[in-house]
């Protein structure tokens, strides 16, 4: 059974950082499309990073780019979330999923298992 458990979400000031993580069982992060994707109330479900499986190619939303940063660990088989410089706007629930064959970060449509989110608040 595949599960994906995310953590590390907080309420923080503008500017802080969090480091959200997603453990996963029956299911190895290294061998498939692992992404970051968050929805806020009233919005649709955005993705903000994506890493591949193999070599691990990495692609981040331009709302976050140069400020959050999507990595993996294979021993561990967990995949994290470096956020840094957080604004108000970044508020949001934050969700993990997984894909085999896809890694598309604008389709969350294609993404077949998920977490069941952790909250992130930035306050001004």
């Known amino acids: 059974q595949v599960q994906l458990v995310e953590s590390g979400g907080d309420s923080v000031q503008a500017g802080g950082s969090l480091r959200l993580s997603c453990a996963a069982s029956?299911?190895?992060?290294?061998?498939?499309?692992m992404g970051w994707f968050r929805q806020a109330p009233g919005k649709e479900r955005e993705g903000v990073a994506v890493?591949?499986?193999?070599?691990?190619?990495?692609y981040i939303a331009a709302s976050v780019k140069g400020r959050f940063t999507i990595s993996r660990d294979g021993a561990k088989n967990t995949v994290f979330l470096q956020m840094n410089s957080l604004k108000p706007e970044d508020t949001a629930m934050y969700y993990c999923?997984?894909?085999?064959?896809?890694?598309?970060?604008?389709?969350?449509?294609?993404?077949?298992?998920w977490g069941q989110g952790t909250q992130v608040t930035v306050s001004q």
């Open positions: 029956g299911y190895t992060v290294s061998r498939n499309c």
């Open positions: 999923a997984g894909n085999l064959r896809y890694c598309r970060i604008a389709y969350p449509a294609d993404f077949g298992y």
């Open positions: 890493i591949s499986a193999g070599g691990g190619a990495t």
